[in-house]
């Protein structure tokens, strides 16, 4: 029987790299992710060997039979697409670490899809909360309250990935 173990943690589309170092580590120390659930929050591990793995996310709106096909050629086995625009990539390696963005610009490509993406959900948040007022609604101030609540919280993300590509622009972080 194997070994299971669940694993929540919070993380951002900004700090991809630390949660794929994560886990490149819980694999190194035998724990093999097969699950995480929509909320991309809640990990799930076996236990399994010791292994020299490396994690990547991506990030894709639309992808074809290519995209899956390129990856395959070069090895990398899909750990998970539930959560669709993101992919978890694995790949085993010896001694240099494998990494799907070689390059700063590609980096920032993935980073506009996602403000794009959270752009779109804060429009349609902003399009509800003028119908909302507008129409006068029984429940106003609560449904006004979560709408404002999430167009904060996507302002936030945008505001997050835009410095994050900003580091990236001004060489403050290599990839």
Do not use: H
């Not at 610009?105 to 909302?132: C, H, K, M, T, Y």
Request: charged letters at 30%.
């Amino acid at each position: 029987m194997k070994e299971v173990k669940t694993v929540w943690r919070m993380w951002g589309g900004w700090e991809i790299e630390k949660i794929e170092n994560w886990m490149e580590e819980m694999e190194k120390n035998g724990w093999s992710l097969f699950k995480f659930d929509f909320t991309m929050m809640r990990f799930q591990f076996k236990k399994d060997e010791s292994r020299k793995t490396r994690y990547c996310f991506d990030y894709q709106s639309n992808v074809g039979e290519d995209y899956f096909e390129i990856f395959k050629e070069d090895n990398w086995e899909l750990v998970d697409e539930t959560i669709s625009p993101w992919y978890v990539w694995r790949k085993s390696y010896e001694d240099k670490k494998p990494c799907i963005y070689t390059d700063t610009r590609s980096l920032i490509e993935r980073n506009n899809r996602q403000i794009r993406n959270i752009g779109f959900g804060a429009i349609i948040s902003l399009i509800l909360l003028s119908s909302v007022l507008i129409t006068g609604f029984d429940n106003t101030k609560l449904i006004s309250a979560i709408l404002i609540v999430l167009i904060v919280f996507f302002g936030y993300l945008i505001a997050q990935l835009y410095q994050y590509n900003k580091k990236l622009k001004n060489n403050a972080i290599k990839c």
